[in-house]
């Protein structure tokens, strides 16, 4: 689809009543309440991107043979609606989502969704639920594109028919602003991705093997698990679905690179360009968790944060690992994590001026 994509619109027969919506709004767990449409468009192979619709929100027809329930086509993003500070809706950096989508899709053999297709499907679905965005500045809701092969073949092979769908939620408060500074596992026995694999790709194959890890972080009781590189088991990596990253006591920040087995995040990125901004000085580079200990006992490290589109910046206090547990010295959240975290959200809410194309009004 080149052209500017027209969403034909089919509304849902039973819209909720206002005061029944509120109620569903007050505090809902992630990811359990969805609004009352959906977007969608199609793709074949020789046909290209077609049938843009928004339709009620229900099942999806589904052959039991359809290649994603089979071979793991299936890729997703997680950007939110927000509500500023003077009243209006508008996206944070679409159009990086839309080229993380592109990616992801091309490393598993997927067509890509034109930007066009993408942003036009959030569009059109925020036109169709707004009212599912509260009227208070600060509100947010959060909206899941995703990519998955519907073709009706058990043949191992790039399917030749995909759907692309997007949905919304309302997040709750989850990892709102004033959570408390996490407790993380580090994961000896488990690793998330490796060199070559496709753990800079958003899939859910990599959420899929991150959840062993993140089952024995909570039987530690911890909020996250930190997973380590695959080869030596040696070297941090990231959490289960958010980048981390490191103050040291001279004011500099360190996070793992993006060396194909770390997800390149939105939020990571964004955070990277304001700290510089600032005058931090930024380091993308390896580090160890034994390194992690020994500058946390000898008060090098000052913070650590985990960062992604529902944590924003959120701190991370104790680590827990089988060799023992250590706490990172000084205050959870930090000053310098506090003040990043503000700063994200003060362009997500519109409280300051944007750096040029970070947000995206919505109508």
Known sequence: MSAPVVFAKQTAPDRLPSHRRAALLRDPAFGTVFTEHMSTVRYREGKGWH?????????????????????????????????????????????ANARRLRRSARRLSMPEVPDGVFLGAVEALFAADRDWLPQEPGSTLYLRPFLIATEVCIGARPAEEYLFCVIATP???????????????????YTRAAPGGTGAAK?????????????EAAEAGCDQVVFLDAAERAWVEELGGMNIFFVFDDGTLLTPPLTGSVLPGITRDSVLSLARARGY????????????????????VREVFACGTAAVVTGIGTVRSPAGEFTVPGPAPGPVTVELRTAVEDIQ?????????????LR
């Open 171 to 189: 997040p709750g408060t989850h990892f709102a602003a004033g959570t408390p500074a996490m407790t993380v596992w580090i994961c000896d026995g």
């Open 51 to 95: 049938d843009a619709r928004v339709e009620p929100f229900g099942p999806l027809p589904l052959s039991p043979a359809s290649s994603v329930l089979h071979y793991g086509q299936e890729v997703f993003e997680g950007l939110k609606v927000y509500r500023t500070d003077g009243g209006r809706a508008q996206l944070f950096r679409p159009d």
């Open 203 to 215: 899939c859910g194959g990599n959420y899929a093997a991150a959840m062993a890890g993140q089952a």
């Open 281 to 300: 000085r930024v380091a993308e580079e390896p580090y160890r968790r034994d390194q992690w200990r020994a500058d946390a006992a000898a008060g090098r």
């Open 349 to 361: 809410f519109g409280r300051v001026e944007p750096p040029e194309n970070w947000t995206h009004p």
